[in-house]
């Protein structure tokens, strides 16, 4: 057998311009710049892996540094040796006995590591010529528990009960990838509601999105009070009572507002209220849960640790659990979160929009639906239709679903064009605003 | 009035190679090279501002590019315009609205920040011709309410109650204010016990603290628990009884074997345990300590933020709260933390040793026991007897107590030489390594 040998990393710092039109503004982030720190493993027999973490802009770099550094511990590696034990591999870069102390397991550094094991996974599936999702699932137990990081949760989810999850998945698994192949898994939509659109807007792209067949939609809200009811209030009008609407304040309150806030906001019945508060505070989150039990709570997509959402669930402190592809180490760190979701039977809508999350995650909510939870009730994976044309295999949506990918690896490829135009700080994207602002500069 | 301006900022990646001895060696961090992203604030008026942040080596470059792009939030403004709104700057820092993506408020941007905040401290009590502490212990209630930032921490600590608290404080200040000046502050030894000692020098270390008139010890644990108590023995046989003995695990197990090791240690009679599991794990030391009841427990040293350390309060998770002076936003969030600590009645021992630790940390526990605790007791600052003589201003320790410092400023600049010879990768200390290496790499 010819052995896949990891030969080189290469890592890009990429960024969309995306701030220019109010995408992805909410009442936090008001200006992003949609970006990302890309890496691309390149081997000895011509397949490669591809990863990304996903960022807002400024500070990509402190991430593309972080990558470059951790890049050694691929390099030179064969696939199987990491593949084979890939909880160890993951420890390697989580306990790097110098470097751990800038988390440990949180913020850059973690960032980095999922963007590292995810493009390992990638190249993995690649090789064994599937999706990641089919990977995944053509997995036995043991191989998946053998990803996993029991370290700092065994108190809440042993090894054995973690097995035992994977063993009762198997009961109509066949059915179930049935289905799955044939519908497609449910989504929700973002794109209607950002914070910095005008009512208008809102409308036209509801009217668009129900055309579409959506029925799941999401609208940020954090700003004045009357004004969140207003536009929620528009967006009933569009969608009617019979579709679902979820509000999200993307970490704008303290507890104490964010109870009063919720309680306002139920008149718009949302199906749930994200990030009523700081991603850090469990305790907080169990209170806002507890105070205004007719909405239920959901976060995740800031939370930086299995550790961290093991006590969300502990805590009773959220009813959806919101993982997110590459703020955790990747891969691995996603499949020890959807376990102990199983456990504490709360089910997981992924995060997703931003660059290549929505390509990401619709792989793990599969795997989740095969193999873990075993169930789509209660479950969505948010979707966002910005920037999917910079990947080699987009997302695929009909009637308000993802269909699931069907090419090899983890759907995270980005296309050469594309990583040269946006290229930062010197690809044509940014090339031609790094001019103006030097003639604007020279003027002055 | 001649009004200071922050014309640039100077940012050093220093780093001393420490690990060549087991210094600071621990059952995680095993070869640390105590190390710091060091910036200098210069202004018009000739005053400097100083402050770092610690690190453990690689990966100090990722604090350094943070600090390079905070420091646009410092440049060109006036003393006067941070200092009348410290609370304000400080979420100019971490509200930065595409910055904050990569945290929010912990890892790498928020170790940066602590650098950058602590350097304006630095430069603020040095034009105030004032040891900082003494500047804080100056400053109206009021004024110290507007350095703190409320947000994520009022559903447990109100601007009303925090100010209640400093209101309460101020009687018999100047009383301690005396003993303070005279008697210095008490401290706790850490040098006996690295991890990589050796039984004899372990021996010979506790000898010479106990005739400089050391009274606490700490040792770091987390190995095979046989050896553990077996050091453990030794030191006591050392100490006494009567002597205060800490032990400190440094995040090395999950919950339930810290249950089970804790409960082992008890026969040493250990004033704290420290770190015994993941430092995010609120829930898990709460459940430590409800389990082992007969041992205090401590953390905080990598405790990312005021969010957290609420809900280690609130949760009654911890006895001892060990604040950290630059892993959270530096002076200004230590304020809210020692406010909620005073509120829940937990002492605060601040974690030291490392790069400068020990020179801030004492400006931190002087002002809560003048003015928010108003007491000493089981209180201790962690004393670790490395790389002072790099300081201009370094800690003075008399017979295991920390006596006041009398300069103006922080404590924190670090000598000109030593700025030169331990800059990596280019000083003098590196030049030599790196030598080495290329002649090796060279040789093959």
Redesign the interface.
Known sequence: MNETVVTSVRVVDLRFPTSRESIGSDA??????YSAAYCILETNTGHRGHGLTF?????T???V??LE?LARFVKGRTLDSLTADMAGFCRQLT?????????????????ATGALINAVWDLYARVEKKPLWRLLSDLEPEQVLSAVE??????ALSRGEAREILEEARSGNAERMELLERDGYPAYTTSVGWYGFSDEKIRTLCHRALADGWTNFKLKVGGDPANDLRRGRLVREEIGWENKLMVDAN?KW???EAILRTRELTELEPWWMEEP????????HA?IRFEVPEVRIATGE?C??R??F??FL??NAIDVCQIDSCRVAGVNENLAILLLAAKFKVPVCPHAGGVGLCEYVQHLSAFDYLCVSGSMEDRVIEYVDHLHEHFVEPVRIRRGRYLMPEAPGYSIEIRQESLERYRYPDGDAWRDESAVGAVVMVGK
């Open positions: 936090v982030n008001k200006d992003p710049d960022t807002l802009g400024r500070g770099e402190l991430c540094l972080a550094y306990d790097e006995s110098q470097f751990r102390w800038l988390g440990p397991e949180k913020g850059v550094i973690q960032l029991f370290r700092y949760i065994d108190d970490q303290g507890v104490e508060t700081s991603p850090d505070d469990i305790l907080g209170r800031h930086h640790s550790v961290m093991k006590q502990q805590a």
